[in-house]
Structure formats: structure tokens, C-alpha cells
């Protein structure tokens, strides 16, 4: 009789954690050999909700460790430590073509994660759970100060890191949806780099003017950065997913302003127009607009657009010229750009030139275009509305889920070691002695 | 290097053996030198900055958080420094020497302390050992009043062993920290009805709960953080305020409530839909357990548990309908030292206390702990906790009674990993009541299991209570209120 009436107590460790923070979920004082669905919960900004639940069997002790323990069903399975949150889909009845994206970084998520009796697989809304726990995840640590950056008509966001500093500077650029969005940027900072993220394709000016940004724009983010007293002006990066490698790649090589320490292009090509402003990059990408594909369900498959990769050279950046080191991060389910095919060009080109040295690439097959940062749910495909198309288009990303966020997971270790090991520990040639 | 190669490429032809020799031995040590340098190069141009990371970066107050500094150099002495900003503006400091070992690193969840606020290896030091900074005001004590925001630490490194009073040496690396009573999806609701003026935390998810009615003592006043903190681990728990509240009727230095107060509360707790009403337990705190026991025994309502601590099984202060006199009413018992400071200790010897106001422990049906600090110079501790063993062993009840003793442990023990309060100042006139502080702080963790083998059905509480330090303190605890804060005047015997 005691043991059915104890509580079953359900634990999450931390139960306040960064994004990026692996948690422990623990059920205690279950039934031996009983069956239990832990399930998450999240309603996102817009309302949409999220969940996510794994099948378990409590083992002879009456535990469950989702750490230790495999999932034998549900939205993940096998042995998943953080499947509760990468594996978040929409509850059934939502609507199609969406992805979890947080606006308002400087609040948490906040999911409540429960665990139910027997294996539930729908109806969990009319179901009582046996226990719950609100957990919060932050995309700022404690002490991370967001300033709003409108000098030189930029719209941007810089996040600070806590401390004193002088901390590396990391200019964070995102793809064809434009908008400001800051979350990699404040967890950039929290991990100790400070972060402006930089809105160049709706920024207030295009919007009231109706131009878009020209290259200057960038070195002003550049200078706006370098100057800030708390940033170590000869440390900075740049980090660019989809459209914003185009952008990080042309300024690493080509700008006279901008001195970058190293880079990270994550899903992008280095095909464009050499020497283009951002407008004449997108009408390059325009002109090939014919070689838009549609898949069975009618997503826009934009990959062919930049292929074959030429061989004139004014249609590719020359990476050979690239002085930095440079991370390249590739999903080899692209969908949407040519990642994979552009990584393998850019890896002879700096082969030819002799710097290849300062290349790495990761390439994660069944990765899609759409690499975040780490248990981020996967969305295969979802709408867009890109500053060129009036209207929302279904637009096709690619990956396959598990595969995909083991390779964010990946991904943004590696990263994070790489601007570590460049930012904070680098090559500084003015130290070198003269024998 | 290259003028020594021409000079030898110029010498004159006879000493072509000679010269050949000696340049190679410079080839030699030039490579050698390169290599050298290349090394170093290497290394220095790799070197990570020191780093202080903090695991978790966000805790629960009760929980560890574990500090390490990396990538520091070898056999290097800094200082892990520890500062934040009490409520009122007061700065708070601590800090602890660490020297590296051969990793680079330091770990306080495994490394010793050879100095500073704290010795020895102790992973939460920092934060128990919080002092006022130097030229603080006196008589400051650390007791959150919002417990919906947390407390904001910021811990640094420091190179050499300092302290942060000298403010001269250089920050490694720096990280912030947030400790909160509150965990995420715990509600606070305020209570203002049936005449109860309390706080009501409930844990998150849909319960039923079990349930903690939570007493302090004869500071007075409203304190949350306890019953915040039981809720962050499962327990809807209702802190009640009976004296020094503005909300209350009556005087602010004496209990103006009676029995029916704690009734209506407990009654609360029974009738809440999401509490399970067959599993309600009391704690109580100092004069709180006077309180505590006389709701066990006298008002009608079953607890499932009792906890309590460093408390007196009663009070000549308490009258039949438990309403009280003022405390400053009976001095007879009072103990100065010789600098003005006021022991209340003897007031509670059971012998010093009339039979009639004693609580009938022996009515009691349900396990009792009783914790008891052993160096309590508020209360005797010990001596209450003997006479309430001993009713209940007379009674044929001693299985329900558990006694948890700490050596050297003081009066106010409270959640855990909180800064120690030096001296208190307190409400009563017109002595002023300041704490005798020990030597050295111990901590300690207990985690007990209380069964209630007679309630319907079963219960099981889990309880983990820390102990902060080793402190003498006043009875009672302090809500400073601006208006009573005593002044000094030279007590007998100084």
C-alpha cells in the first residue's frame, strides 16, 4: 500500500538552464517495471503549441533516467538525454510550415515537462498528469546586458557579455527572412563574446528609404563594435547563416574596413556577384529564379539556383585570398542553398591558393539548411516570406530530425571552441620576437 | 647570427676547419634557438584566458553550485571573490585563497581554502560566508523580503591572494550567478482572508500537494523565503504572519491572535483545492514551536508532522487563549554580558517555566522533529527537546520523536548556504540585543525522512535542511522594523 501512494517526483536538473545546457529529467518512486510518457510542453510567442514525449519503463528501482534510460516511442527514441526538447513538434490541429523561433530573448522559455501513466500518444490535454515541472531555458546568462544599436543608421542589437571585460567582439548575421534576430547573438555572449546582432535586410532605413544597405553598413557595424570600450577591438569575428555567409564571406575577403579574426559560414555559398552590393547579390539570385523546384508537397526547393558553381571567377568570392580562419558548416540535406557543393569549391580554391590550411568544414549528412543553435527543434520545411516575395512561400530546408540536431548539437560545440581558440587565444603577429 | 656567418665566410683561408666548426656549433644553436622560440611561440600564441565558469549558473538556494576556474598558470595563488546587494543596498562580500595545482585549474567542490572568509574545502563558502562589506552599518542581517527576483552574485578571480577590501589587484575572469527561493512555475499568492495575513506558495503542476504551515518567531512580521523555498520541492507550504504585521490587529510588539488564528489557517491549507488535506504538516521556528505545538495539541486540527526547531515548549508569555504579553514584560530571566548583549536562553529553561504554560506534549499524534542547535543562546534548545522526548516516552509515543543535535550550532537556523548574520538588532527595549558570533562556521546538510504511520494513508516528506553556521544569535528573529530599532545604551554590568 505505501508504495502506490508515494509521490512520484519528477526532477529536472537544472531546472533553470542556458539554451544550450544539457538538463537531467528524473522520475523517482514509480511503480517497478510501470509505464510512463514524459512529456514537454512549450507555447511559443505566437501561441502555437509545442510538445514532445518519450515512452519509458520505470526500472526496478521505480527510476527513470532520461539521461541512462531509452525511449521506446514517442516523438524520440533510444537513449535521448535532451530528445524532449530537439524533438518538439506542433500539437496536433496546428497549423503547417511553422518553426520555434524566440522574439523576446530577454525572458525564458518555459516548458513544463510532466509525466503521465501508461504510453499516451495523443489526448494528453484531457489526461492528469501525475507530476509536473516548469523549467525556464535562457538564451541570456545572468549578468548579459543587451544594448539596442541605431548609430550610423544600423539596426542592431549588441549583447554584452557579464564581467569587465575586454571581451572579443562577433558580428552575428542571419539569411533571407531579414528581421533582427538576436538569440544566437545573446547566447554568443553568455558564452563570453560579445555579440551585435544586425538587421540588413528590413532595417529601419531600407524600410523608411526603401534602398537596401550597402557595403558601408557592415563597416559601420564593424567600427560601432571595434570602438565599444569593452570590446577588444582586434578580436572580432563573424558569423553569417545562409544569405549572411554571402555577406560574411564577401567582407572577410574584400572590405578594406573590416579585419576579421575568423569567420563561420553555416549553410551558404560563396557564389555571388563579386564586388555587389546586398541589392545586386539578391537580383543575381533572382535571374536564376527559373531553376526553382517543387517537391510532392509543393515546397520551394531553392538549391539549384546557384548551381553548377561556375568556374568565372567574378561570379565567386575569392577565397583564396581569404586571411582568416574560416569554419564552414555544411547540411548535407540542404535544400535550400547549395552548402555542400560550395564547400567542396571553396576547399580547392583555397587549396590552389595555399591557405587552406585556415579551412575546416563540417559536414553533417541529413543535416538540413536550417543549422541553430543546439535543441532547436527541427523544421524540415516551413513558410518564409523573404524580402523579395510579397508572399509567404512553403519553403523546403531539409533533414531529417534526429540527424539534424545531433549536428546542431555538434556544430555549436565546434563553434564555440573555434571562436574560443581564435578569439580568445589567437595568432597575434605583433608579439612574435625578431631573431 | 648572420654577421657571425659572414665574418666566418671572410676569415682567411687557413683557418677553413676552424671557421666550417664554428659554424656549424652557430647553426646549431641558432636552430636550437629557433626551435626554442618556435615552441614558446607556439604555446603563448594558443594560451586560453583564465575562465570562471559556475554550474549551474542559475540555482535554487538550496542547491550546490559548483566553481571552477580554468586555464589559469601553474602553482598560481588567486582569490575567488564573491560580491552582491542585499535588498537594502548593503554590499555583501566574501572571498577564498586557492593556489592551482598542476592542471591550471581550480575546482571549490574539491579544492581547500587556505584563506579568506573561509578554510578548507568548501564548495559553497562563498556564499555562506557573506559578510557586510567593511564600513557597512551595523547590525545588518541577510533575509530576502522579494523572493520572486533572485539574489545576484558576481564572482570573480583574482590574481594573488587578496582580499577584495584592497581593491588593488587585477580581475582574471568573472562570472554572474543567480540564487533563487522561488523555482520556475512556483506561485506566490497573498492571503488576506478569514483574518489570515500569510503567503501562499503552491509548486508548479497540478497537484494535489502536500502541505507545510510555517511559523517564525517573535520578530514578527512576514517571512516567505522558507515557504518558497518548500514549495520549489513539492510542498504547497503558507507562511502565516501573528504578530508585528501591519495587517494585524492590535499592537505590533505582542500576539493579538489567538487559537481560532492558526485554526482558520490550517483550515485554509485543508480546504485549498490543490492540496491534499490528509497530509498537512507544522514547522515552526524559535517561539514557533510553542506555537507549532499548541496547534498539535490544542485547537482541534490533526497535523500530519510537526517540525521544530530551537523552540521552547512554552512560554510564560502565552496565556489560556494563546494570546501573549509583551516580551520586554518578564526581564527576570534576561542575561547580559559585559557588552550589552542580551541572552534570552534562560527564559526558556523548562524549569523557569510554569507548569501551566507548558504545552501538552503528551496529547501529540504525530511524528515530531525537533532540531536542535546546540549552542543556542536564545533558547534551551536542548532542555525543551528532553522535556518533549521525555512527555512523549512517558506517553508511550517515543517513536514518534526525532531529534536532530548539532554541536556548536546556533539559534537561527534557517535554508541553507545563507550568509551568517553577525549581530542582529532586535526589536525589544531598551537593551539592545546584539549576537555573540563563533569562531568558525560549520555547515551541514541533512536529509530526513518522517513517516506518519497514523494520518489516512500514507506520507512521506523529504526534507533537506542545511544549517548555515555556527552563530549565537537573539531569540526571535529580526524583521527590522525602522520605527523599534533599539538605541544603545550601556547594558548592566558594562
Known amino acids: 500500500m505505501q508504495l502506490s501512494l508515494r509521490l512520484k517526483c519528477l526532477s529536472v536538473q537544472p531546472s533553470r538552464g542556458l539554451m544550450d545546457e544539457k538538463f537531467i529529467v528524473l522520475v523517482q518512486n514509480a511503480l517497478p517495471g510501470s509505464q510512463l510518457t514524459i512529456r514537454a510542453l512549450h507555447q511559443c510567442e505566437d501561441g502555437h503549441s509545442w510538445e514532445a514525449f518519450g515512452h519509458y519503463t520505470a526500472d526496478t528501482t521505480g527510476t527513470i533516467n532520461v539521461s541512462e534510460d531509452p525511449s521506446i516511442g514517442g516523438t524520440y527514441s533510444g537513449v535521448e538525454q535532451m530528445g524532449l526538447l530537439w524533438s518538439f513538434r506542433p500539437i496536433p490541429g496546428s497549423k503547417s510550415g511553422l518553426r520555434m523561433r524566440k522574439k523576446n530573448i530577454q525572458t525564458p522559455m518555459e516548458v513544463t515537462i510532466s509525466v503521465y501513466q501508461g504510453h499516451q500518444t495523443e489526448g494528453f490535454a484531457d489526461l492528469v498528469p501525475l507530476s509536473g515541472v516548469a523549467v525556464e531555458r535562457w538564451y541570456m546568462a545572468p549578468g548579459v546586458r543587451r544594448i539596442p544599436v541605431t548609430e550610423g543608421g544600423l539596426t542592431a542589437a549588441l549583447f554584452l557579455p557579464s564581467g569587465p571585460g575586454p571581451f572579443p567582439g562577433l558580428l552575428d548575421l542571419w539569411g533571407g527572412g531579414g528581421q533582427l534576430v538576436e538569440y544566437r547573438a545573446a547566447l554568443l555572449a553568455s558564452h563570453g563574446f560579445a555579440s551585435m546582432a544586425i538587421d540588413y535586410l528590413t532595417a529601419k532605413i531600407t524600410m523608411e528609404t526603401g534602398k537596401m544597405v550597402d557595403n558601408q553598413y557592415f563597416e559601420t557595424a564593424y567600427r560601432v563594435l571595434q570602438q565599444h570600450p569593452q570590446v577588444c577591438g582586434s578580436k572580432i569575428a563573424m558569423i553569417g547563416l545562409s544569405f549572411g555567409t554571402s555577406i560574411t564571406l564577401k567582407m572577410a575577403v574584400y572590405s578594406e574596413v573590416i579585419k576579421l579574426s575568423a569567420a563561420v559560414c553555416i549553410s551558404g555559398s560563396h557564389v555571388q556577384p563579386v564586388d555587389g552590393s546586398v541589392e545586386e547579390i539578391l537580383r543575381f539570385f533572382q535571374k536564376n529564379g527559373e531553376k526553382t523546384r517543387f517537391s510532392e508537397k509543393n515546397e520551394v526547393i531553392w538549391r539549384d539556383l546557384l548551381l553548377p558553381i561556375p568556374t568565372d571567377p567574378s561570379l565567386k568570392v575569392n577565397v583564396g585570398r581569404l586571411q582568416c580562419p574560416l569554419l564552414l558548416v555544411v547540411g548535407e540535406d540542404d535544400q535550400n542553398w547549395p552548402s555542400q557543393e560550395s564547400a567542396l569549391d571553396i576547399k580547392e580554391m583555397m587549396a590552389r591558393a595555399g591557405n587552406s590550411h585556415l579551412l575546416t568544414v563540417l559536414s553533417y549528412p541529413n543535416a538540413g539548411h536550417l543549422i541553430e543553435p543546439p535543441y532547436t527543434p527541427h523544421a524540415r520545411s516551413s513558410t518564409l516570406k523573404t524580402v523579395e516575395i510579397e508572399e509567404k512561400v512553403m519553403c523546403l530546408w531539409g533533414g531529417q530530425t534526429v540527424e539534424h540536431s545531433r549536428a546542431q548539437e555538434d556544430a555549436w560545440k565546434k563553434m564555440v571552441v573555434f571562436l574560443k581558440e581564435n578569439l580568445y587565444g589567437g595568432r597575434n603577429p605583433t608579439s612574435f620576437s625578431h631573431l | ?494
Open chain 2, 1 to 494: 647570427m648572420i654577421s657571425i656567418i659572414f665574418f666566418n665566410l671572410y676569415m682567411p683561408e687557413e683557418c677553413l676547419y676552424q671557421k666550417f666548426s664554428v659554424l656549424f656549433v652557430c647553426v646549431c644553436i641558432y636552430m636550437f634557438v629557433c626551435f626554442l622560440t618556435g615552441e614558446v611561440r607556439r604555446k603563448s600564441s594558443f594560451r586560453q584566458s583564465p575562465l570562471l565558469s559556475a554550474a549551474p549558473v542559475r540555482a535554487l538556494i538550496d542547491e550546490q553550485i559548483s566553481i571552477k576556474g580554468r586555464f589559469l598558470s601553474q602553482n598560481y595563488p588567486v582569490t575567488v571573490c564573491a560580491q552582491m546587494h542585499s535588498e537594502e543596498g548593503d554590499l555583501w562580500e566574501a572571498f577564498a585563497h586557492y593556489t592551482t595545482n598542476a592542471s591550471r585549474s581550480i575546482n571549490l567542490t574539491s579544492d581547500h581554502s587556505v584563506g579568506g572568509s573561509y578554510l578548507g574545502c568548501e564548495p559553497m563558502g562563498l556564499f555562506w560566508a557573506l559578510e557586510p562589506a567593511l564600513r557597512s552599518r551595523e547590525g545588518l542581517r541577510l533575509r530576502k523580503r522579494n523572493v520572486e527576483t533572485p539574489y545576484i552574485v558576481n564572482i570573480s578571480l583574482l590574481e594573488g591572494h587578496t582580499s577584495p577590501s584592497e581593491g588593488q589587484s587585477t580581475e582574471l575572469a568573472a562570472v554572474t550567478v543567480e540564487r533563487w527561493y522561488m523555482a520556475p512555475g512556483v506561485r506566490r499568492i497573498e492571503i488576506r482572508q478569514n483574518k489570515i495575513v500569510g503567503t501562499l506558495f503552491l509548486p508548479p503542476g497540478p497537484g494535489p500537494f502536500p502541505a507545510m504551515l510555517d511559523l517564525w518567531g517573535m520578530g514578527g512580521g512576514l517571512s516567505e523565503y522558507r515557504s518558497a523555498l518548500f514549495a520549489s520541492r513539492g510542498f504547497a507550504s503558507l507562511s502565516v504572519a501573528y504578530m508585528g504585521h501591519k495587517d494585524l490587529p492590535g499592537p505590533p510588539d505582542i500576539m493579538s491572535v489567538a487559537n481560532l488564528y492558526f485554526k482558520s489557517a490550517f483550515q485554509l491549507l485543508q480546504d485549498h483545492c490543490q492540496v491534499d488535506a490528509d497530509r498537512i504538516g507544522v514547522i515552526g521556528l524559535s517561539f514557533g514551536v510553542c506555537l507549532t505545538l499548541r496547534i498539535a495539541t490544542r485547537i482541534g486540527v490533526k497535523p500530519s508532522c510537526l517540525i521544530c526547531i530551537n523552540g521552547p515548549v512554552g512560554s510564560p508569555l502565552l496565556d489560556e487563549d494563546g494570546k501573549t504579553k509583551t516580551i520586554e514584560s518578564d526581564q527576570k530571566h534576561w542575561e547580559l554580558d559585559d557588552r550589552g548583549r542580551v541572552s534570552f536562553r534562560h527564559v526558556s529553561l523548562p524549569d523557569n517555566l510554569p507548569a501551566e504554560n507548558k504545552q501538552k506534549v503528551k496529547n501529540i499524534t504525530c511524528p515530531l522533529m525537533y532540531i536542535v542547535g546546540e549552542d543556542d543562546l536564545c533558547a534551551a534548545s536542548t532542555e525543551n527537546a528532553d522535556v518533549i522526548e521525555e512527555a512523549l516516552r512517558s506517553a508511550g509515543k517515543s517513536q514518534l520523536f526525532t531529534r536532530l543535535s548539532y554541536p556548536g550550532a546556533g539559534h537561527l537556523i534557517e535554508p541553507p548556504y545563507a550568509p551568517c548574520a553577525r549581530v542582529s538588532l532586535w526589536r525589544a527595549k531598551p537593551e539592545k540585543c546584539e549576537l555573540k558570533f563563533s569562531s568558525h562556521c560549520i555547515l551541514l546538510r541533512i536529509q530526513y525522512i518522517m513517516v506518519n504511520k497514523f494520518a489516512v494513508g500514507c506520507f512521506w516528506v523529504f526534507l533537506f535542511v542545511c544549517f548555515s553556521s555556527l552563530q549565537y544569535s537573539l531569540c526571535g528573529e529580526v524583521t527590522p522594523h525602522p520605527t523599534l530599532l533599539l538605541k544603545k545604551i550601556p547594558g548592566r554590568g558594562s
